[in-house]
């Protein structure tokens, strides 16, 4: 059974940094992607970033330049490098994996974690 785990929120001021892990166990898939997406009070849940064990990355128009995604495949870990950290990055953020490439929809996506809160305040 898929498991996925994300730790690293917290609160911090604008302009802070965050660094979030996601662990997955029980994957034995050797050609997938893995995912960050957020959601804020009121608001759909949205993609952050996301990579795949092919190379491929993609990121969220808001965050490009300041968050940083990055896979470690050999330990199935998923991390999020958040720098100037803005209060509209406010939210519950969820790690995501899927089977086979690189896919933005929340949709495509039939793993996920239960989430960990990052606060910003400005």
């Known amino acids: 059974q898929v498991q996925l785990v994300e730790s690293g929120g917290g609160s911090v001021q604008a302009g802070g940094s965050l660094r979030l892990s996601c662990a997955a166990s029980?994957?034995?898939?050797?050609?997938?992607?893995m995912a960050w997406f957020r959601q804020a009070p009121g608001k759909e849940r949205e993609g952050v970033a996301g990579i795949s064990t092919g190379g491929s990355t993609y990121y969220a128009d808001s965050v490009k330049g300041r968050f940083t995604i990055s896979l470690d495949n050999a330990k199935k870990t998923l991390y999020l490098q958040m720098n100037s950290l803005k209060p509209e990055d406010t939210g519950m953020y969820y790690c995501?994996?899927?089977?086979?490439?690189?896919?933005?929809?929340?949709?495509?996506?039939?793993?996920w974690g239960q989430g960990t809160q990052v606060t910003v305040s400005s």
């Open positions: 995501a994996a899927r089977r086979g490439p690189i896919a933005t929809r929340a949709s495509d996506f039939g793993y």
């Open positions: 029980g994957y034995t898939y050797n050609y997938y992607c």
